[in-house]
Protein backbone atom coordinates (compact mmCIF):
# COMPACT_ATOMS: atom_id res chain seq x y z
CA UNK A 1 0.00 0.00 0.00
CA UNK A 2 3.45 2.24 1.09
CA UNK A 3 3.90 4.52 -2.40
CA UNK A 4 7.70 4.74 -1.17
CA UNK A 5 9.22 3.59 1.03
CA UNK A 6 12.61 3.35 2.83
CA UNK A 7 14.87 1.31 4.90
CA UNK A 8 15.81 1.71 7.80
CA UNK A 9 13.96 4.28 9.32
CA UNK A 10 16.82 5.30 11.90
CA UNK A 11 20.09 4.50 11.38
CA UNK A 12 22.93 4.72 14.06
CA UNK A 13 26.68 4.16 12.91
CA UNK A 14 29.80 4.80 14.08
CA UNK A 15 32.10 7.12 12.36
CA UNK A 16 33.82 5.97 9.39
CA UNK A 17 31.93 2.59 8.33
CA UNK A 18 30.04 2.07 5.28
CA UNK A 19 26.47 1.68 4.58
CA UNK A 20 22.71 2.18 2.74
CA UNK A 21 19.96 3.32 2.44
CA UNK A 22 17.15 1.68 0.46
CA UNK A 23 13.80 2.88 -1.00
CA UNK A 24 11.37 1.80 -3.23
CA UNK A 25 8.03 3.18 -4.68
CA UNK A 26 5.20 1.31 -6.33
CA UNK A 27 3.77 3.94 -8.15
CA UNK A 28 5.02 3.22 -11.23
CA UNK A 29 7.24 6.30 -11.53
CA UNK A 30 9.68 7.13 -14.07
CA UNK A 31 12.16 9.45 -11.85
CA UNK A 32 13.70 9.07 -8.27
CA UNK A 33 15.22 11.14 -6.04
CA UNK A 34 17.68 11.56 -2.88
CA UNK A 35 17.02 14.71 -0.75
CA UNK A 36 18.66 15.13 2.05
CA UNK A 37 17.47 17.52 5.45
CA UNK A 38 20.12 18.92 7.65
CA UNK A 39 19.61 19.65 11.02
CA UNK A 40 17.88 23.13 10.66
CA UNK A 41 15.20 21.24 8.78
CA UNK A 42 16.89 22.48 5.03
CA UNK A 43 16.19 20.93 2.42
CA UNK A 44 18.72 20.02 -0.86
CA UNK A 45 18.35 17.58 -3.80
CA UNK A 46 21.33 15.36 -3.85
CA UNK A 47 20.74 12.63 -7.22
CA UNK A 48 18.10 12.22 -9.97
CA UNK A 49 17.58 9.26 -11.56
CA UNK A 50 15.46 8.99 -14.63
CA UNK A 51 14.69 5.00 -16.19
CA UNK A 52 17.89 4.10 -14.16
CA UNK A 53 20.03 6.90 -15.97
CA UNK A 54 21.36 9.99 -13.64
CA UNK A 55 20.39 13.09 -14.43
CA UNK A 56 21.09 14.84 -11.48
CA UNK A 57 24.61 14.73 -9.52
CA UNK A 58 24.71 17.85 -7.40
CA UNK A 59 27.82 18.58 -5.28
CA UNK A 60 28.07 15.61 -3.01
CA UNK A 61 31.06 14.25 -2.05
CA UNK A 62 31.73 10.98 -3.77
CA UNK A 63 31.31 8.59 -0.85
CA UNK A 64 27.85 9.03 -1.80
CA UNK A 65 26.74 6.77 -4.67
CA UNK A 66 23.30 5.83 -5.50
CA UNK A 67 22.10 2.73 -7.48
CA UNK A 68 19.41 2.50 -9.79
CA UNK A 69 18.70 -1.73 -9.83
CA UNK A 70 15.57 -0.62 -11.96
CA UNK A 71 13.10 2.10 -12.19
CA UNK A 72 11.18 1.42 -8.93
CA UNK A 73 14.78 1.14 -6.32
CA UNK A 74 16.71 3.83 -6.07
CA UNK A 75 19.62 2.72 -3.37
CA UNK A 76 22.27 5.21 -1.31
CA UNK A 77 25.18 3.81 -0.34
CA UNK A 78 27.45 6.32 1.53
CA UNK A 79 31.37 4.91 2.57
CA UNK A 80 33.40 6.33 5.33
CA UNK A 81 30.99 7.83 7.34
CA UNK A 82 31.61 11.11 8.81
CA UNK A 83 29.74 12.99 11.50
CA UNK A 84 28.55 15.66 9.48
CA UNK A 85 26.60 12.98 7.48
CA UNK A 86 23.89 13.07 10.00
CA UNK A 87 20.88 14.53 8.50
CA UNK A 88 17.32 12.73 7.30
CA UNK A 89 18.12 11.63 3.96
CA UNK A 90 14.63 11.82 1.69
CA UNK A 91 13.80 9.25 -1.37
CA UNK A 92 11.42 10.76 -3.72
CA UNK A 93 9.68 9.75 -7.04
CA UNK A 94 7.60 11.57 -9.45
CA UNK A 95 5.66 10.27 -12.73
CA UNK A 96 8.56 11.46 -15.01
CA UNK A 97 10.46 15.04 -15.25
CA UNK A 98 8.45 17.49 -16.45
CA UNK A 99 7.99 20.57 -14.46
CA UNK A 100 4.13 19.96 -13.21
CA UNK A 101 5.11 16.44 -12.08
CA UNK A 102 4.64 16.26 -8.05
CA UNK A 103 6.84 14.21 -6.10
CA UNK A 104 6.32 12.46 -3.35
CA UNK A 105 8.29 11.43 -0.48
CA UNK A 106 9.00 8.62 1.53
CA UNK A 107 8.88 8.89 5.23
CA UNK A 108 12.81 9.18 5.81
CA UNK A 109 15.95 7.86 6.92
CA UNK A 110 17.46 9.46 10.21
CA UNK A 111 20.86 9.10 9.90
CA UNK A 112 22.70 9.72 12.80
CA UNK A 113 27.04 8.94 12.55
CA UNK A 114 28.48 9.00 16.28
CA UNK B 1 20.20 29.77 -10.45
CA UNK B 2 16.57 30.11 -8.37
CA UNK B 3 16.15 30.38 -5.38
CA UNK B 4 12.97 30.38 -2.74
CA UNK B 5 12.66 32.61 0.35
CA UNK B 6 10.37 31.92 3.27
CA UNK B 7 10.64 35.07 5.75
CA UNK B 8 8.38 33.89 8.22
CA UNK B 9 10.46 31.24 10.79
CA UNK B 10 7.02 30.71 12.77
CA UNK B 11 3.62 31.60 12.77
CA UNK B 12 1.04 31.25 15.16
CA UNK B 13 -3.03 30.85 14.57
CA UNK B 14 -5.68 30.25 16.52
CA UNK B 15 -8.26 27.39 15.56
CA UNK B 16 -10.98 28.12 12.44
CA UNK B 17 -8.94 31.29 11.47
CA UNK B 18 -7.07 31.30 8.37
CA UNK B 19 -3.29 31.84 7.99
CA UNK B 20 -1.01 32.94 5.11
CA UNK B 21 2.66 31.36 4.98
CA UNK B 22 4.89 33.92 2.40
CA UNK B 23 7.34 32.21 -0.13
CA UNK B 24 8.81 34.43 -2.79
CA UNK B 25 10.75 32.51 -6.04
CA UNK B 26 13.36 34.49 -7.56
CA UNK B 27 14.05 32.65 -11.20
CA UNK B 28 15.12 34.12 -15.22
CA UNK B 29 13.33 30.97 -16.00
CA UNK B 30 9.95 31.77 -17.96
CA UNK B 31 8.18 27.76 -17.25
CA UNK B 32 8.42 26.98 -13.25
CA UNK B 33 6.21 25.40 -11.10
CA UNK B 34 5.58 26.00 -7.80
CA UNK B 35 4.97 23.51 -4.40
CA UNK B 36 4.34 23.69 -0.88
CA UNK B 37 4.79 20.71 1.33
CA UNK B 38 3.74 20.17 5.29
CA UNK B 39 6.12 18.35 6.94
CA UNK B 40 4.49 17.48 10.50
CA UNK B 41 6.55 16.73 13.82
CA UNK B 42 6.44 12.76 12.71
CA UNK B 43 8.92 13.63 9.97
CA UNK B 44 7.00 12.63 6.71
CA UNK B 45 6.78 15.43 3.87
CA UNK B 46 3.08 15.57 2.14
CA UNK B 47 2.73 17.28 -1.01
CA UNK B 48 -0.11 19.81 -0.19
CA UNK B 49 -0.43 22.03 -3.69
CA UNK B 50 1.02 23.10 -6.88
CA UNK B 51 0.59 26.08 -9.47
CA UNK B 52 2.70 26.27 -12.63
CA UNK B 53 3.67 29.46 -13.87
CA UNK B 54 1.38 29.52 -17.03
CA UNK B 55 -1.29 28.56 -15.03
CA UNK B 56 -4.56 31.26 -15.26
CA UNK B 57 -5.65 30.60 -12.42
CA UNK B 58 -4.69 30.39 -8.46
CA UNK B 59 -4.26 26.72 -7.48
CA UNK B 60 -6.88 25.47 -4.79
CA UNK B 61 -6.74 22.21 -3.05
CA UNK B 62 -9.68 21.31 -0.20
CA UNK B 63 -8.60 24.15 3.10
CA UNK B 64 -5.11 25.04 1.20
CA UNK B 65 -5.24 28.07 -1.72
CA UNK B 66 -2.28 28.99 -3.35
CA UNK B 67 -2.21 33.32 -3.80
CA UNK B 68 0.28 33.41 -6.93
CA UNK B 69 0.91 36.72 -7.87
CA UNK B 70 3.29 36.33 -10.93
CA UNK B 71 4.63 39.98 -11.17
CA UNK B 72 5.70 40.05 -7.37
CA UNK B 73 6.90 37.16 -7.72
CA UNK B 74 5.47 35.33 -4.72
CA UNK B 75 3.33 32.20 -4.02
CA UNK B 76 1.79 32.56 -0.60
CA UNK B 77 -0.16 29.43 1.10
CA UNK B 78 -3.54 30.48 2.58
CA UNK B 79 -4.90 27.76 4.95
CA UNK B 80 -8.39 28.23 5.44
CA UNK B 81 -10.24 26.66 8.93
CA UNK B 82 -7.03 26.03 10.34
CA UNK B 83 -7.14 23.14 12.69
CA UNK B 84 -4.81 21.53 14.98
CA UNK B 85 -3.71 19.16 12.78
CA UNK B 86 -2.11 21.88 10.65
CA UNK B 87 0.36 22.54 13.47
CA UNK B 88 3.38 21.54 11.32
CA UNK B 89 6.60 22.86 8.99
CA UNK B 90 5.36 24.24 5.81
CA UNK B 91 8.16 24.18 2.92
CA UNK B 92 7.52 26.09 -0.55
CA UNK B 93 9.30 24.58 -3.28
CA UNK B 94 10.09 25.35 -6.85
CA UNK B 95 10.99 23.76 -10.46
CA UNK B 96 12.05 25.04 -13.55
CA UNK B 97 11.63 23.66 -16.78
CA UNK B 98 15.66 21.63 -17.80
CA UNK B 99 16.67 21.81 -14.36
CA UNK B 100 16.53 17.92 -14.13
CA UNK B 101 13.54 18.37 -12.09
CA UNK B 102 15.08 19.12 -9.29
CA UNK B 103 13.40 20.67 -6.58
CA UNK B 104 14.66 24.06 -4.99
CA UNK B 105 13.54 24.05 -0.79
CA UNK B 106 12.71 27.21 0.92
CA UNK B 107 13.84 27.14 4.50
CA UNK B 108 10.09 26.56 6.03
CA UNK B 109 7.30 27.94 7.92
CA UNK B 110 6.64 26.40 11.33
CA UNK B 111 2.95 26.92 11.82
CA UNK B 112 1.18 26.45 15.26
CA UNK B 113 -2.47 26.16 15.28
CA UNK B 114 -3.58 27.60 19.20
CA UNK B 115 -7.09 26.43 21.08
Known amino acids: ?114 | AQKITQTQPGMFVQEKEAVTLDCTYDTSDPSYGLFWYKQPSSGEMIFLIYQGSYDQQNATEGRYSLNFQKARKSANLVISASQLGDSAMYFCAMKITGGGNKLTFGTGTQLKVEL
Not at chain 1, 36 to 56: G, H, P, R, T, W
Open chain 1, 1 to 114: DTAVSQTPKYLVTQMGNDKSIKCEQNLGHDTMYWYKQDSKKFLKIMFSYNNKELIINETVPNRFSPKSPDKAHLNLHINSLELGDSAVYFCASSQRVWTADTQYFGPGTRLTVL
